[in-house]
Nanobody
Framework: QVQLVESGGGLVQAGGSLRLSCAAS????????MGWYRQAPGKQRELVAT???????NYADSVKGRFTISRDNAKNTVYLQMNSLKPEDTAVYYC??????????????WGQGTQVTVSS
């Protein structure tokens, strides 16, 4: 059973930094793209950043220049370094990964979410 386990959320003042981590566990062949999404109260879940297995990255315009996504393939872990945080970054952050669990089967998995709160 594949699981994504997140850590690193919390409360921080505006201008501060947080680092989120997400580790994939369980039996799998390979992990393709990994990413972070977020959902603020009353809003739809939105893309924050993604990284492919080869390290190519993509960011939402709202976080470009402030957030950095990276991954450690040996540890099956993706990170999100968040700097210069703003109150509008407040949301539940979800890890996401496309994981091949057999030669013929690739599924998308989600973490349980971690709360990030930025105070003004």
């Amino acid at each position: 059973q594949v699981q994504l386990v997140e850590s690193g959320g919390g409360l921080v003042q505006a201008g501060g930094s947080l680092r989120l981590s997400c580790a994939a566990s369980g039996r799998k062949f390979s992990i393709n793209a990994m990413g972070w999404y977020r959902q603020a109260p009353g809003k739809q879940r939105e893309l924050v950043a993604t990284v492919t297995s080869r390290g190519s990255t993509n960011y939402a315009d709202s976080v470009k220049g402030r957030f950095t996504i990276s991954r450690d393939n040996a540890k099956n872990t993706v990170y999100l370094q968040m700097n210069s945080l703003k109150p509008e970054d407040t949301a539940v952050y979800y890890c996401n990964a496309d994981i091949r669990i057999t030669i013929a089967t690739m599924n998308t998995y989600w973490g349980q979410g971690t709360q990030v709160t930025v105070s003004s």
